[in-house]
C-alpha cells in the first residue's frame, strides 16, 4: 500500500488551513490522472492464481557459502566483511532442484526469496497446487493473489515542466524549499563537512517514479538502475505512479536554492514492488525480492515509504495482535536486513486518525528505523495522522519522527509542492541517515541504528507516539566519532 495523504480536522486554523490547501493542490495536480486511472477494463489473464510455496531446505542449490560472489555482487560481500557480518543458509539461493521439480508447462515460478525459502508460482488451476503440496520438499503453500475481475490503468504518461517556476527559489538558502526537512534534524552540519551521501548505495522500493527518467531536477541523478518486481511488469516504471518520484525527490534532487535533497551525492537503485492495480498478500513477496535485490547488488540502506494492514481479501488482512515483527512475511524480511548489513528506512504509516491507529507492516519489524511524521509549522509536535506503536511485543515504535505534515518534495509533473504523510518523512531520515554512516563507515548497522536512536530528542522516555524523537544528525556524528564501536 502507497501511503496516501491525509487531512486533519482537531488542529489550529492555521495549521488546519496549511493542510487543506497542501492537499487541495495535490488533489488539482493529479486530477487527470485520476480521471485516467478511473477507466477500468477487464483484466486479459483471469483467472489466475499465485501461491506462495515454502520450501523444506536448500538441498540442490547449486551454490555454496565459501564462494558467495557467485550469487551475491562483490559490494554486498564485502559490506558485510567490514561490518564482521557472516553468510549463512539464508544468503544461499533457492534450490534449483526443487524449483525444477515444481515448476511445469502448467505451473509457471514468477519469483523466490532466498532469505525465507519460498517460490512464488502462478497457475490457472487450483488442483495444481495440491500436487505440488504433496512433494517431500514443500511445507506448504499459501495463496496471496487472485486475478481481479477488472482494473485501473496504471501505466499513464503525463506531462512535466522543464524548469522550476521562478517563486520557487529562495535566495540566500542553499536548501531553498527543502531547508525546514534538513534543519530541523541538523542535516546541513553533516552536509557543511562534505557528508552528502558519496559512496552510499540507496535501494527506494516504492509503486512507480513518473517522469524521473524525463524532469531536468532528476537528470543529474546518480541513478545506477532499476528494477520491476510485479506481475506482470509495468511498460515503464517511469509511467506509474509518482509516489516513488516524490520520495526521491527528498534525497536526491540537487538544485541549489530551489531545492536540496538530504543525500544528493548517493547512488540510487529505483526497485518497484507495489501493485497498483490490486491490493493483495503477494507486494509482501514482490517487497521481500526487492529488499533481496537490494542486498545483492550492495545497498547500504534501503527506503521503504509502503505499509499494509487491509487486503481486497479480508482473509489475507491483519489484526493488531499480529505486529510483532515476525507474524507478517514482509516484517519477517525486514528484520533480517540489519543482519546483513543494510539499514531499512521504513514510514509508519497514515492511520493515526482512522480506526486501525496504529503502524502497519513492515513498519512494525525489529532492527529498522520507522519513521513517524511531525508538523513543519510546530516541529515536536506529531501530525495527527501519523500511526502510532508501539508493537505486539512492546517495542517502540515509531522509532523517530521528521516532518511530514507538510513535507516539499518534487512530484511528477516536475513541481515543487508540499504533500502529507510518513512516506516522505521517512526518506529525509533516510538521506541523513546514508549521510551519517558515510560519515562512520566503521559501524555496523545495528550500532548506526542505535546511535540515531540515543540522540533523538526524546531518547530518555520514549512513548507510541513519537519513538524516541527527532534525531539530531549533527550530535550523533559528534558522538558516533568518539565512540565509533559497540554502542550499547
Known amino acids: 500500500m502507497v501511503f496516501r495523504s491525509v487531512c486533519t480536522t482537531f488542529v489550529p486554523m492555521k495549521r488546519l488551513l496549511t493542510i487543506i490547501l497542501a492537499i487541495f493542490g495535490m488533489l488539482t495536480i493529479s486530477a487527470e490522472s485520476q480521471q485516467e486511472s478511473n477507466k477500468r477494463v477487464r483484466y486479459k489473464d483471469g483467472p489466475a492464481y499465485i501461491y506462495r510455496i515454502s520450501l523444506a531446505d536448500k538441498q540442490g542449490t547449486g551454490f555454496s557459502l565459501e564462494h558467495p560472489t557467485r550469487f551475491l555482487s562483490r559490494r554486498s560481500v564485502d559490506r558485510r566483511r567490514r561490518q564482521g557480518l557472516s553468510l ?37 488451476d487450483t488442483t495444481l497446487i495440491q500436487r505440488v503440496s504433496k512433494l517431500a520438499c514443500v511445507t506448504s503453500c499459501r495463496r496471496v493473489w487472485q486475478a481481479p475481475d477488472s482494473v485501473s490503468p496504471t501505466a499513464i504518461k503525463t506531462k512535466y515542466h522543464e524548469h522550476f517556476e521562478e517563486r520557487d527559489s529562495v ?21 557543511d563537512i562534505g ?16 517522469n524521473v527518467d524525463k524532469i531536468p531536477a532528476f537528470q543529474h541523478i546518480d541513478i545506477i538502475g532499476h528494477q520491476d518486481f510485479v506481475t506482470p511488469a509495468s511498460p515503464s516504471i ?21 531545492y536540496l535533497g538530504t543525500a544528493p551525492k548517493a547512488s540510487y537503485w529505483l526497485l518497484r514492488s507495489e501493485d497498483q492495480q490490486t491490493e493483495q498478500e503477494v507486494e509482501e513477496d514482490y517487497w521481500t525480492m526487492a529488499a533481496e535485490f537490494a542486498d545483492s547488488v550492495g545497498c547500504d540502506l534501503v527506503n521503504s515509504s509502503l505499509g499494509y494492514n487491509e487486503y ?15 507474524t507478517s512475511f514482509v516484517s519477517r524480511s525486514a528484520s533480517m536486513m540489519a543482519a546483513k548489513g543494510m539499514i531499512l528506512v521504513n514510514s509508519a504509516g497514515n492511520s493515526g486518525m482512522g480506526t486501525w491507529k496504529k503502524i502497519t507492516v513492515p513498519a512494525d ?10 508538523l513543519a509549522d510546530e516541529p515536536h509536535k506529531i501530525a495527527p495522522f501519523s500511526s502510532v506503536g508501539p508493537t505486539q511485543d512492546q517495542r517502540v515504535k515509531p522509532d523517530v519522527v521528521a516532518i511530514g505534515a507538510p513535507a516539499k518534495i518534487v512530484n511528477g509533473r516536475g513541481v515543487i509542492m508540499d504533500d502529507m504523510g510518513t512516506s516522505f518523512a521517512a526518506p529525509v531520515v533516510c ?26 530528542s526524546n531518547y530518555e522516555h520514549p512513548d507510541n507516539i513519537y519513538g524516541y524523537g527527532v534525531p ?17
Open 88 to 124: 549463512d543458509s539464508t544468503d544461499l539461493p533457492v534450490s534449483y532442484r526443487y524449483r525444477r521439480l515444481i515448476e511445469s508447462r502448467d505451473i509457471c515460478v514468477i519469483g523466490q526469496s532466498r532469505w525465507q525459502n519460498t517460490l512464488l508460482v502462478r497457475v490457472k
Open 171 to 191: 535566495c540566500g538558502d542553499l536548501y531553498g524549499q527543502a531547508s525546514k526537512q534538513i534543519t530541523t534534524l541538523k542535516g546541513q552540519r553533516l552536509h
Open 195 to 210: 557528508m552528502r551521501g558519496e559512496y552510499m548505495m540507496i535501494g527506494v522500493i516504492d509503486g512507480g517514479f513518473k
Open 238 to 258: 517511469f509511467a506509474e505512479t509518482d509516489h516513488g518520484t516524490k520520495v526521491l525527490s527528498t534525497m536526491a534532487v540537487n538544485e541549489p536554492f530551489y
Open 312 to 326: 481486497d481479501h479480508s482473509s489475507m488482512s491483519y489484526r493488531q495482535w499480529q505486529l510483532d515483527g515476525q
Open 365 to 374: 519489524a525489529d532492527h529498522i528505523l520507522t519513521v513517524g511524521a511531525m
Open 431 to 456: 538521506g541523513l541517515t546514508a549521510c551519517l554512516w558515510q560519515a562512520l563507515r566503521q559501524m555496523t548497522a545495528e550500532e548506526l541504528i542505535t546511535l540515531i536512536r540515543q540522540t533523538s
Open 472 to 488: 539530531n544528525f549533527w550530535r550523533a556524528y559528534q558522538i558516533g566519532s568518539y565512540k565509533p564501536t559497540n554502542i550499547p
